[in-house]
């Protein structure tokens, strides 16, 4: 299947759990990135992995975490989860650094109570 | 650093009439920038990238670089266009890397 996958599609979480979110990439993509989507907000860069390593990181906390597997899915892990970190979570591939811009899935939406 | 202004969060225009959203950008090197849709309940899409030059479902945007402008302009508005609009830019971060960087969207309703 083309396109970008994510999975769970919503969750519900309790402060202080761990969450890992999943994504799999449009075929043919070997660069990822997620973002973190707040209610009113356009989405804000977390992180970006290429080929298995993290090559960019904006101005989230060590406690968001992430892994590029080599079939180019990805996963963006929360450790110590804050009631400020509901969100949805939006994955999206590329195939190379960005000249061509971003193909995004439809998103996680996590709630923390 | 990098930003991404888009100054109206709500935008109504009616039908037929010309549509221009407002994006303005700060960066220090060469941005690559482009416009992203939402339509609702459906996912971001790309809706057009400054580097093709392209016209997208009758949309255009002109990079500007005096004014670090990258507005989006329809001559004429249709009921389809109403969705939300962020503008991004792509450039390297600190650590080599390129980000995505977007705006906080604007909202465009068009009136029948």
């Known amino acids: 299947e083309t396109g970008v996958t994510q999975s769970p599609t919503h969750l519900i979480k309790t402060r202080g759990q761990q969450v890992t979110l999943r994504c799999s990439s449009q075929?043919?993509?070997?660069?990822v990135s997620w973002y973190q989507q707040a209610l009113g907000q356009g989405p804000q860069f977390i992180f970006q992995?290429?080929?298995?390593?993290?090559?960019g990181r904006g101005n989230f906390p060590p406690r968001f975490s992430g892994l590029q597997f080599p079939n180019y899915s990805s996963e963006l892990n929360v450790n110590a989860l804050e009631l400020d970190d509901s969100a949805l979570y939006l994955c999206?591939?590329?195939?190379?650094?960005?000249?061509?811009?971003?193909?995004f899935g439809s998103g996680t939406r996590l709630t923390v109570v | 650093a990098q930003r991404v202004t888009q100054p109206e969060k709500l935008l109504s225009v009616f039908k037929g009439a010309p549509v221009e959203l407002k994006c303005n950008y700060s960066?220090?090197?060469?941005?690559?920038l482009f416009w992203y849709v939402q339509y609702s309940r459906q996912r971001l899409q790309l809706l057009l990238r400054?580097?093709s030059r392209e016209s997208i479902k009758g949309f255009t945007a002109d990079l500007n670089k005096g004014e670090t402008s990258f507005h989006l302009k329809k001559p004429f508005a249709q009921e389809e266009d109403s969705a939300m609009y962020y503008c991004?830019?792509?450039?390297?971060?600190?650590?080599?890397?390129?980000?995505?960087?977007f705006g906080k969207g604007t909202k465009l309703s068009v009136i029948p």
């Open positions: 999206a591939s590329s195939p190379t650094a960005t000249l061509y811009g971003y193909t």
């Open positions: 075929s043919g993509h070997n660069t």
């Open positions: 992995y290429y080929r298995e390593e993290e090559n």
């Open positions: 960066y220090s090197g060469s941005p690559e």
């Open positions: 400054h580097i």
């Open positions: 991004a830019l792509s450039g390297r971060s600190g650590a080599g890397s390129y980000q995505l960087t």
